[in-house]
Nanobody
């Protein structure tokens, strides 16, 4: 199983980025998916999650209203649209798969993780 996050980069505050996650070797459609991030010197934190059928989405308070999570079960892909980026959004962003969607804000609830993609927001 591989989950590859991409789309990160260096942007100025206020800009937008769209991250993508392309799992392989995974029955994508049956997994709850999440985005996490880890800033230097900090714990990995939940950013957003989306149910298997894409009906339900969840966000951390810090990104609610600015970020949008989505998925395409036909293309086996997940996305994170990030708008109005702030310097505090600077982190490595990871996509992860949670088989049952329980405790979706908890790192240990996810069985599969991909390599992250670095997002740097300059102020």
């Amino acid at each position: 199983v591989q989950l590859q996050a991409s789309g990160g980069g260096l942007v100025q505050a206020g800009a937008s980025l769209r991250l993508s996650c392309a799992p392989s070797g995974l029955a994508f459609g049956i997994y709850f998916m999440g985005w996490f991030r880890q800033a230097p010197g900090k714990f990995r934190e939940f950013v957003a999650g989306i149910s298997r059928d894409a009906i339900n989405t969840y966000y951390s308070e810090s990104v609610k209203g600015r970020f949008t999570i989505s998925r395409d079960n036909v293309k086996n892909a997940m996305y994170l649209q990030m708008n109005s980026l702030k310097s505090e959004d600077t982190a490595i962003y990871y996509c992860a798969a949670n088989r049952y969607g329980t405790d979706y804000t908890i790192v240990d609830s996810y069985g599969y993780w991909g390599r992250g993609t670095l997002v740097t927001v300059s102020s």
